[in-house]
T-cell receptor, first 116, second 114 residues
């Protein structure tokens, strides 16, 4: 298995531009998570999906952030418009979930976003 | 609410010495507990987990963790540290009531010196 795939690996953009981050979870996994990591705030959960449905988006910082999961093998995290304070590493993770399962999350390599 | 705490921002240990990275948790009911490691410029990698059964859990790279229900702790241990173990370590708990959600600790940076 190729693991969780994220693209792009690096993104440099200017303030005000739209940014789209992409994630392909591991085949067979039914939960998907988006995290943001910064030195100041550590690892933050932004949103997670179960069976393609958003379950909890309370971690999304503001309306500029949106996430979609149109099918079981693809998700996007969009920032529009982007701001310098959005600069961070964004991770996608997936897992299998269900009653009685204590399955771990598998993380992608991350997208390092720099907003100038 | 479920939560984990990692009381040490950084742990320093000499190569060959035993290491411990601390984690305490707060959950309702029986916890699902996890340890992850993050090397520079990489994603988090799963090390080990406690679901049920034996309180001593063995994982990757010679790491183990001990679940202690009375102390609500899940400390990560290794008998003999390697320089290559230097990384950022995260403890996490899975919310059984909200089965999908993980709560991660703030992370502990482990420095192993030659």
């Amino acid at each position: 298995d190729a693991g969780v795939i994220q693209s792009p690996r690096h993104e440099v953009t200017e303030m005000g531009q739209e940014v789209t981050l992409r994630c392909k979870p591991i085949s067979g996994h039914n939960s998907l998570f988006w995290y943001r990591q910064t030195m100041m705030r550590g690892l933050e959960l932004l949103i997670y999906f179960n069976n393609n449905v958003p379950i909890d988006d309370s971690g999304m910082p503001e309306d500029r952030f949106s996430a979609k999961m149109p099918n079981a093998s693809f998700s996007t995290l969009k920032i529009q418009p982007s701001e310098p304070r959005d600069s961070a590493v964004y991770f996608c993770a997936s897992s299998r979930t269900g009653t009685g399962l204590g399955n771990e999350q598998f993380f992608g390599p991350g997208t390092r976003l720099t907003v100038l | 609410a479920q939560s984990v705490a990692q009381p040490e921002d950084q742990v320093n240990v000499a190569e060959g010495n035993p290491l411990t990275v601390k984690c305490t948790y707060s959950v309702s009911g029986n916890p699902y507990l996890f340890w992850y490691v993050q090397y520079p410029n990489r994603g988090l990698q799963f090390l080990l987990k406690y679901i049920t059964g034996d309180n001593l859990v063995k994982g990757s790279y010679g790491f183990e963790a001990e679940f202690n229900k009375s102390q609500t702790s899940f400390h990560l241990k290794k008998p003999s540290a390697l320089v290559s173990d230097s990384a950022l370590y995260f403890c996490a708990v899975r919310d059984k009531d909200n089965f999908n959600k993980f709560y991660f600790g703030s992370g502990t940076k482990l420095n192993v010196k030659p």
